[in-house]
């Protein structure tokens, strides 16, 4: 069971990684946007550390929302938590890893060739891949970090025919590393 501390750095940490997805920001956003340290602001997506106060109306003007909605636990249902079935994000995740996923069932349409890491159903098996747009635009490559999983090809027209879509993988709690 978790304790009331751990329980509010989850509660804030999962409320701004979301608030940045909707805002598509990145830690470097805000490193840069709002004058903080970077390892400061990856101890709070991390849930590592809760910020004081005045940091938290800080971040609550910047997404242009109530303070509140970054401290109180969020009752929509758009996250989950998947825990890692495979190893092919390892390092990164390993088997029994958790992440947190938003779910969407489509890429995100950007102008980047990295169209980000996804919790996928590829063939019945749920498994986390970075899905890239090949240089010919005719295709995107599944990419696993996992050097021992192979990387898989498939054209433009097929990806929603050949993988489900269950979500984007925002965030990762690599619980191994401290086995």
Same mark, same amino acid.
């Given at each position: 069971?978790?304790?009331?501390?751990?329980?509010?750095?989850?509660?804030?940490?999962?409320?701004?990684?979301?608030?940045?997805?909707?805002? &598509?920001?990145? $830690?470097?956003?805000?490193?840069? #946007?709002? *004058? +903080?340290?970077?390892?400061? %602001?990856? &101890?709070?997506?991390?849930? $590592?550390?809760?910020?004081?106060?005045?940091?938290? /109306?800080?971040?609550?003007?910047?997404?242009?929302?109530?303070?509140?909605?970054?401290?109180?636990?969020?009752?929509?249902?758009?996250? =989950?938590?998947?825990?890692?079935?495979? #190893?092919?994000?390892?390092?990164?995740?390993?088997?029994?890893?958790?992440?947190? /996923?938003?779910? $969407?069932?489509?890429?995100?349409?950007?102008?980047?060739?990295?169209? *980000?890491? !996804?919790?996928?159903?590829?063939?019945?098996?749920?498994?986390?891949?970075? %899905?890239?747009?090949?240089?010919?635009?005719? *295709? !995107?490559? +599944?990419?696993?970090?996992?050097?021992?999983?192979?990387?898989?090809?498939?054209?433009? #027209?097929? +990806? !929603?025919?050949?993988? $489900?879509?269950?979500?984007? /993988?925002?965030?990762?709690?690599?619980?191994?590393? =401290?086995?």
């Amino acid at each position: 069971m978790l304790s009331k501390d751990d329980t509010y750095r989850k509660i804030f940490s999962n409320n701004l990684n979301y608030y940045m997805q909707i805002n &598509s920001k990145i $830690q470097d956003d805000l490193v840069r #946007d709002l *004058g +903080l340290k970077s390892s400061t %602001i990856s &101890s709070w997506c991390n849930g $590592q550390k809760l910020p004081r106060m005045d940091k938290i /109306v800080l971040l609550s003007n910047y997404f242009g929302i109530h303070f509140s909605k970054l401290i109180e636990e969020r009752t929509d249902n758009n996250y =989950f938590e998947f825990i890692a079935e495979d #190893d092919a994000m390892f390092p990164i995740l390993d088997v029994g890893d958790v992440a947190l /996923v938003y779910k $969407q069932t489509e890429i995100d349409n950007i102008s980047a060739p990295n169209k *980000g890491t !996804y919790l996928i159903k590829l063939g019945n098996k749920n498994t986390i891949r970075k %899905i890239v747009l090949n240089e010919d635009k005719n *295709g !995107y490559s +599944l990419i696993a970090m996992n050097p021992y999983h192979k990387i898989i090809g498939i054209s433009k #027209d097929e +990806l !929603y025919s050949k993988i $489900q879509i269950m979500g984007k /993988v925002v965030k990762s709690e690599n619980k191994s590393a =401290f086995k």
